[in-house]
């Protein structure tokens, strides 16, 4: 998965409006969705590419740190852009995750829990992280069942508000 979490970032980097390094939607953040992304995907035994994709793109279009309802629909757009313009090569995803992907960024921020499989790891890897700003993941807002674990949403939390554990 390094080269495609390098494939992600060669894109996102040079047009991302906010802070990378330190803000509550940069590096920090989607390091730790594709963790949960990685743990999701070995336990149901499904494929990495498109929630590690996901992990480093999805907020790629943020205007700011705050709710920004539309980011997921303006990442969408621009992976489109992207797409068409043939530009996507380097993350080598066939047509199938390219649409799995699309379909996970544009509708990560809506609140849904029914989708493919593969969409439903890429939305709880993200909402498994939101101890950062605060809030507490709840396993009705999760898709998958081993996300809606206690064990998992605890672990999840402790390492969004940097708690270090053994495991
Ligand atoms: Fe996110």
């Given amino acids: 998965?390094?080269?495609?979490?390098?494939?992600?970032?060669?894109?996102?980097?040079?047009?991302f409006r906010l802070d990378i390094n330190h803000g509550w939607h940069g590096v920090g953040h989607w390091a730790?969705?594709?963790?949960?992304?990685?743990?999701?995907?070995?336990?149901?035994?499904?494929?990495?590419?498109?929630?590690?994709?996901?992990?480093?793109?999805?907020d790629?279009?943020?205007?700011?740190?705050g709710?920004?309802?539309?980011?997921?629909?303006?990442?969408?757009?621009?992976?489109?852009?992207?797409?068409?313009?043939?530009?996507?090569?380097?993350l080598n995803l066939d047509l199938?995750?390219?649409?799995l992907l699309a379909r996970?960024?544009?509708?990560?921020?809506?609140?849904g829990t029914e989708e493919?499989?593969?969409v439903q790891i890429c939305w709880d890897s993200d909402r498994l992280d939101l101890g950062r700003v605060g809030i507490m993941p709840a396993a009705q807002y999760l898709c998958t069942p081993h996300a809606k674990k206690d064990s998992t949403i605890m672990a999840a939390?402790?390492?969004?508000?940097?708690?270090?554990?053994c495991v």
């Fill in 67 to 90: 709710m920004d309802p539309l980011h997921g629909h303006r990442a969408c757009e621009w992976l489109d852009r992207l797409y068409r313009e043939g530009r996507l090569g380097p």
């Fill in 116 to 118: 493919h499989p593969i």
């Fill in 32 to 58: 730790r969705v594709w963790r949960n992304g990685l743990e999701l995907c070995e336990v149901m035994e499904l494929p990495q590419q498109v929630p590690c994709a996901f992990a480093f793109l999805h």
């Fill in 157 to 165: 939390y402790k390492r969004s508000i940097g708690v270090k554990q």
């Fill in 1 to 15: 998965m390094k080269n495609l979490i390098k494939a992600c970032l060669d894109l996102v980097e040079p047009q």
């Fill in 96 to 99: 199938r995750d390219y649409k």
């Fill in 104 to 111: 996970a960024i544009g509708g990560h921020s809506h609140g």
């Fill in 60 to 65: 790629s279009q943020r205007f700011d740190e």
